[in-house]
């Protein structure tokens, strides 16, 4: 089993849409989570990082981590075309599949 | 510049021969990782750094696989005769310390492609 899990996708959705991406994780010993953007033939970059259970906002996206059911999420409201691009999970240096994200016009 | 610097930032080499991918860490980041990344998937983990030493190796794939890391800086990841399916991008990151909590800046890669 896979440390992280995460649904490949690919997802498309119109302008202004509320997307939502997931994974689960494996060991409830994790504490920290992390949700990475990487935009073409780029490096991934930090979006949003939690500690433990609850959610964080920042602007348009939200992350919210479920220990009880060992599930985060990130929550992007308004969505734009500009947030195409693929988004990672991640805790303890493991990161999940990627969900390539498409916000069309 | 200020950011993690890898080069070469593509590299076609034929199967067998032997390739060298380096990573600049940024200044003051005692931790470094090295991932590997198929098209169109996720991040596959090699071999964490901390310092010069390597705590968990446990990503790296085959013994054809190996890195080092010297001065507490600069990083190579050195691939003994490549396979074909050794093509990838080769990312790497790091951080200021730790392996829990530290954000990772990554730089932006070397395409390895193996004929």
């Known amino acids: 089993q896979k440390e992280v899990e995460q649904d490949p996708g690919p997802l498309s959705v119109p302008e202004g849409a509320i997307v939502s991406l997931n994974c689960t994780y494996s060991?409830?010993?994790?504490?920290?989570f992390m949700w990475y953007r990487q935009y073409s033939r780029k490096g991934p970059e930090l979006l949003m990082y939690?500690?433990?259970?609850g959610n964080k906002e920042d602007g348009r996206f939200t992350a919210q981590v479920d220990k009880s059911s060992k599930y985060i999420s990130l929550f992007i409201r308004d969505s734009q075309p500009s947030d195409s691009a693929t988004y990672l999970c991640?805790?303890?240096?493991?990161f999940g599949a990627g969900t390539r994200l498409t916000v069309k016009p | 510049g200020a950011g993690v610097s890898q080069s070469p930032s593509n590299k076609v080499t034929e199967k067998g021969k032997d390739v060298e991918l380096r990573c600049d860490p940024i200044?003051?980041?005692?931790?470094l990782y090295w991932y590997r990344q198929r098209l169109g998937q996720g991040l596959e983990f090699l071999i964490y750094?901390?310092?010069?030493?390597?705590?968990?190796k446990s990503g790296l794939p085959s013994d054809r696989f190996s890195a080092e890391r010297t001065g507490e800086s600069v990083s190579t990841l050195t691939i003994q005769r490549t396979q074909q399916e050794d093509s990838a991008v080769y990312l790497c990151?790091?951080?200021?310390?730790?392996?829990?909590?530290?954000?990772?800046?990554f730089g932006e890669g070397s395409r390895l492609t193996v004929l």
């Open positions: 750094f901390q310092g010069n030493s390597a705590p968990d």
């Open positions: 200044s003051g980041h005692t931790a």
């Open positions: 990151a790091s951080s200021v310390s730790g392996r829990l909590t530290g954000e990772l800046f």
């Open positions: 991640a805790t303890l240096m493991r």
């Open positions: 939690t500690y433990s259970s």
């Open positions: 060991n409830s010993a994790f504490q920290y």
